[in-house]
T-cell receptor, first 117, second 116 residues
């Protein structure tokens, strides 16, 4: 079963508008972290924001906020006041609690966001 | 700039060959992770090293191997290359303290491997 599901292969948004990129996850672990990364056309992976499963408040980082709904197992990324430079591929990822120092991220398939004038 | 460096940036080689990808983590980071991004498989975790020791293994082929050296840099060795190995290979690093749930991973710029 898919652990991270991003159902929107592509999204368009007008400059200065807000956009929500969807992410649902599947885990039986009570302790986990959710991450969003941005991948511009140049290829690098840029960390944007994270949310811990025990966090009571939604994470925010500048124009990025994470709409975390634990019961629905969703962690949607909200970008406010979109800019042309936000055009990129966006990946949702999860890390489940592991013992000791073992760790890995499981990624979704990504959503390509295009910001238009 | 994440502080993680990867060399080379691009690599073109032929089927059957062997290549080595190199990664230097951020200063102070003890964990190194390797990921493969291909069109058909998406972003997949390959392997993790922590302070020189292998800690977690993902969908890494037997033709692939990795190691982390005492200075914490890591190398990913890919051998008997096939056309399907063409992909973007990322290295990421984190501090990864034991018990740290929100261990942020910082990615390098990637090495784009093309197998002809």
């Amino acid at each position: 079963a898919q652990k991270i599901t991003q159902t929107q292969p592509g999204m368009f948004v007008q400059e200065k508008e807000a956009v929500t990129l969807d992410c649902t996850y599947d885990t039986s672990d009570p302790s986990y972290g959710l991450f969003w990364y941005k991948q511009p056309s140049s290829g690098e992976m840029i960390f944007l924001i994270y949310q811990g499963s025990y966090d009571q408040q939604n994470a925010t980082e500048g124009r990025y906020s994470l709409n975390f709904q634990k019961a629905r197992k969703s962690a949607n990324l909200v970008i406010s006041a979109s800019q042309l430079g936000d055009s990129a591929m966006y990946f949702c990822a999860m890390r489940e609690a592991t013992t000791g120092t073992a760790s890995k991220l499981t990624f979704g398939t990504g959503t390509r966001l295009q910001v238009t004038l | 700039d994440s502080g993680v460096t990867q060399t080379p940036k691009h690599l073109i080689t032929a089927t059957g060959q062997r290549v080595t990808l190199r990664c230097s983590p951020r200063s102070g980071d003890l964990s190194v992770y390797w990921y493969q991004q291909s069109l058909d498989q998406g972003l997949q975790f390959l392997i993790q090293y922590y302070n020189g020791e292998e800690r977690a293994k993902g969908n890494i082929l037997e033709r692939f191997s990795a190691q982390q050296f005492p200075d914490l840099h890591s190398e990913l060795n890919l051998s008997s290359l096939e056309l399907g190995d063409s992909a973007l290979y990322f290295c990421a690093s984190s501090v990864r303290l034991a018990g740290d749930i929100l261990d942020e991973q910082f990615f390098g710029p990637g090495t784009r491997l093309t197998v002809l």
